[in-house]
């Protein structure tokens, strides 16, 4: 059986996309969901999502590890001269992180946080997520999309699957407009990561820079004066604003990288 998976990336890397997503939805039809509140709020609520990352990429670890697939979905060493390709979204992570400094009106250690502990917990959890999302659909789906179709058609593919994973939210109670623009941020980011494990030729760069993305767009959402507003629009104001910019970006390192 397992000489099978191993000789069938496609039909093994959908099989784990399919129990990624089984995941979330099968304890939904044991719960009972409040449609005023949804996901997890707050600090406290996102650290509370640590331990389920936490089974999660250590589930993920074992089957990578059965299947033997650790370089080939990316954990190996950056191809030279394509670290510029991430510069411009760091940039962008410390300019968020930096208004969110000087926004920061809560009388609490730092950002929000009331300890470094508490701080250094969230950061973990944020990697964790990364790892988790990053593992499963710019490693290992889009390791098995590649393996039997072109490259573009790999990336779009996998990027779609990974903006529509997000409706997923719906079942908890998100709205269906928020929801949406959430689904098309996450498609583009998706085809954004997607180019630049192509370019990078390793992914765990990008592990690193998803879990700052999600931990710095967090932090401006706790950090922001008008915190309720935020909390409320954030990911339809991101999702509106960032969709295209990050698509085009994506499309540029695509291009780049096919050049090369």
């Known amino acids: 059986m ?28 044991f719960m009972e969901v409040d449609p005023k509140a949804h996901g997890a709020e707050g600090i406290d609520g996102v650290m509370k999502e640590g331990v389920p990352e936490l089974i999660t990429a250590s589930v993920l670890v074992v089957l990578v590890t059965l299947l033997g697939w650790w370089k080939k979905i990316g ?22 992180l930096g208004a969110s400094f000087y926004s920061d009106t809560s009388d609490t250690w730092f950002l929000g946080f009331h300890s470094p502990t508490q701080l250094s917990l969230m950061i973990g959890t944020m990697l964790l997520l990364g790892f988790v999302e990053e593992g499963v659909f710019r490693g290992v789906l ?99 604003m960032m969709a295209i910019p990050a698509l085009t970006y994506g499309i540029f390192v695509y291009w780049r990288w096919s050049k090369r």
Do not use: E
């Open 2 to 29: 397992l000489n099978l998976l191993r000789r069938n990336p496609l039909l093994s890397a959908l099989l784990i996309v399919l129990m990624y997503g089984l995941w979330f939805v099968v304890p939904m039809f």
């Open 75 to 96: 954990f190996c060493a950056i191809k030279p001269g394509s670290i510029k390709f991430i510069i411009p979204i760091v940039l962008l992570i410390m300019l968020m």
């Open 142 to 240: 889009l390791y098995g999309l590649n393996s039997k179709f072109a490259a573009l058609y790999a990336v779009f593919v996998s990027s779609l699957i990974f903006g529509l994973f997000h409706f997923v939210n719906l079942a908890t109670g998100a709205d269906l407009v928020s929801t949406t623009y959430q689904v098309i941020h996450a498609f583009s980011m998706g085809f954004l990561y997607a180019a630049l494990r192509l370019a990078l030729g390793a992914i765990w760069p990008l592990i690193i820079l998803h879990g700052l993305w999600d931990f710095s767009v967090f932090v401006m959402q706790t950090a922001m004066p008008s915190h309720d507003v935020v909390q409320g629009n954030f990911s339809v104001v991101s999702g509106a």
